[in-house]
């Protein structure tokens, strides 16, 4: 009885009491029977008890206040040093991603650019509306990212993903066809119902992959983003440099594997969970001829930029770069969709 409750009064009064239970677990009141009753315990009454409570209080408080100290002391002389980064490692995987980079732009433009314009370059109207596009695309991914991140940081994001999945992602598809066919539909010369609308279709795609960039680290969207604008601006160097309307036939088989690629992404839902063959050729087909056919898209939405350039210098349309730069805006966002998948996968696979 007397160790038990030297147990529970704390550490420090047991070490101070083991003599004393050494010798009372010595003495000859320990070999009475177990009928007998013990000695009356005229040392643990309650004013005892309290004061050993108080004291191991304080006793743990001085120690944790020296552990606190000792830990400020820790971080005051022996604060956590970065490793260093290998400089000449660093440069040697640039330039490596570098000459990987410019050889594929060698190639795409070999296999897909043999035949150049024939008006001697880009005239300056085109260079111009082609610019002009590409600025507001930047912007446009650029109102993505911020509005995902703000609705990250302000929690929407989880209000989003607890409620019903069917309801956020019909609605959200409905806002952002609604937008973007509104936006379509406003003349240019009405900046600010245009410009409104088309910032409504951007918050509107940022709400649809900001999801995704909740999961996702930020290191990998990093890496996404940086492969999507490689992609893209390689294959838009080579609709820009193309022959013109080189590339403007490949619209309709484009819709037939936006069809095939809208269904592939949708047959989990109607395969069932067994057929695990079936299912892993649906994701292939979803995420890398996702990939080609976006790539496809790029090249496509590049050329009809320019074409609709030379409609609006014979005044047959006018100039619309935020027109345009929707359709580059949908490319980009599949594109850096299914890189933050691969990336993923190939994550997830390491681990």
């Known amino acids: ?4 409750m030297t147990v529970r009064a704390g550490p420090a009064r047991m070490v101070s009491r083991l003599p004393q239970l050494a010798k009372s677990s010595l003495a000859p009141s320990a070999s009475r029977a ?10 643990f009454t309650p004013k005892t008890v309290s004061l050993v409570f108080r004291s191991n209080a304080k006793s743990s408080n001085k120690l944790l206040s020296r552990l606190q100290g000792a830990a400020r002391g820790y971080q005051q002389n022996y604060g956590y040093a970065p490793p260093q980064v290998d400089r000449q490692s660093l440069i040697r995987k640039l330039v490596t991603g570098g000459a990987i980079f410019g050889g594929t732009l060698i190639a795409i433009n070999v296999a897909f650019n043999r035949e150049t314009r024939e008006d001697g370059g880009m005239p300056a109207y085109e260079r111009s509306y082609l610019h ?8 446009g991914i650029g109102i993505i990212g911020l509005t995902g991140y703000q609705m990250i940081q302000s929690g929407f ?3 989003l993903m607890v409620t019903n999945p069917w309801v956020v992602a019909i609605g959200g598809l409905a806002l952002s066809f609604g937008s973007m066919l509104g936006t379509r539909a406003i003349d240019p010369d009405n900046y600010v119902p245009k410009y409104a609308l088309w910032t409504v279709f951007n918050a509107t795609q940022a709400a649809l992959i900001a999801p995704m960039m909740a999961m996702a680290p930020p290191a990998l969207l990093a890496r996404a983003g940086l492969y999507t604008i490689a992609m893209m601006g390689g294959i838009s160097f080579v609709g820009a440099t193309a022959k013109q309307e080189k590339y403007l036939y490949i619209g309709g088989p484009l819709l037939a594997g936006a069809a095939i690629v809208a269904v592939s992404g949708l047959a989990p839902l109607v395969i069932p969970a067994t057929a695990v063959r079936t299912l892993a050729v649906t994701e292939n087909l979803w995420l890398y001829g996702g990939l080609a056919l976006f790539g496809g898209f790029t090249l496509y939405d590049v050329q009809k930029v320019l074409h609709h350039a030379r409609l609006a210098e014979r005044g047959v349309i006018k100039r619309d770069p935020v027109n345009e730069s929707i359709s580059l805006e949908l490319d980009f966002l599949n594109i850096f969709v299914r890189f933050v998948q691969i990336l993923m996968m190939q994550q997830n696979r390491r681990k």
């Open 1 to 4: 009885m007397a160790f038990t």
């Open 157 to 159: 994001v989880y209000r």
């Open 132 to 139: 002009q596009t590409f600025i507001h695309t930047g912007l």
């Open 34 to 43: 177990f009928h007998q009753s013990s000695t009356k315990n005229t040392f």
